[in-house]
């Protein structure tokens, strides 16, 4: 079974509009990571929070980590139409040799021009 | 111009054949993943391999097969064993040394069963 799950699975929004992405885990992690996946494309690597961390931005990502809700968010902020993509959380667990990432479902972002 | 390559882009496979597809990458990384993913959902290792001659059996390897020569490589041999091929298969590679967790993708190889 996933380590994440995603909700929403889809959402739609106005450009200009803030979207918001939530991932829910189930065992403690060393870190979660954040992609992106363009229709039919390979992932792209947004961002890294680690367990110790609660908070980090990029640019228009703020993504925020609670360890003992063992969940995470992902906001972009003031989204464009070429936000529209999936978007995947993925952790590694702690005590993970190989740093394997375990990822959720995704959820597909839709940014109506 | 460094990166991740898969090829084919587009792969179809008649029932009972093996197929290759391939994995490459220049970024002198040390480990490489492959991945599955079917349509609407998320990611599933299949493989992965932190050294060249040495590869570990992710979540879903049976009917799959991989190999590691060498470090730049990373080739995944789908098997008449396995039952549902078709789908999405995504290459990674990471390096393991420099404290970067994270994975670089390649573009994909989309493989259908006819």
């Known amino acids: 079974s996933q380590q994440g799950e995603e909700d929403p699975q889809a959402l739609s929004i106005q450009e200009g509009e803030n979207a918001t992405m939530n991932c829910s885990y189930k065992t403690s992690i060393n870190n979660l990571q954040w992609y992106r996946q363009n229709s039919g494309r390979g992932l792209v690597h947004l961002i890294l929070?680690?367990?110790?961390?609660r908070e980090k931005h990029s640019g228009r990502l703020r993504v925020t980590l609670d360890t003992s809700k063992k969940s995470s968010s992902l906001l972009i902020t003031a989204s464009r139409a070429a936000d529209t993509a999936s978007y995947f959380c993925a952790t590694v667990l702690l005590n993970n040799a190989g740093n394997m990432l375990t990822f959720g479902g995704g959820t597909r972002l839709m940014v109506k021009p | 111009d460094g990166g991740i390559t898969q090829s084919p882009k587009y792969l179809f496979r008649k029932e009972g054949q093996n197929v290759t597809l391939s994995c490459e990458q220049n970024l002198n990384h040390d480990a490489m993943y492959w991945y599955r993913q079917d349509p609407g959902q998320g990611l599933r290792l299949i493989y992965y391999?932190?050294?060249?001659?040495?590869?570990q059996k992710g979540d879903i390897a049976e009917g799959y097969s991989v190999s590691r020569e060498k470090k730049e490589s990373f080739p995944l041999t789908v098997t008449s064993a396995q039952k549902n091929p078709t789908a999405f298969y995504l290459c990674a590679s990471r390096p393991l040394t420099g404290g970067k967790n994270e994975q670089f993708f390649g573009p994909g190889t989309r493989l259908t069963v006819l």
């Open positions: 391999s932190q050294i060249v001659n040495d590869f």
């Open positions: 929070i680690r367990s110790n961390e």
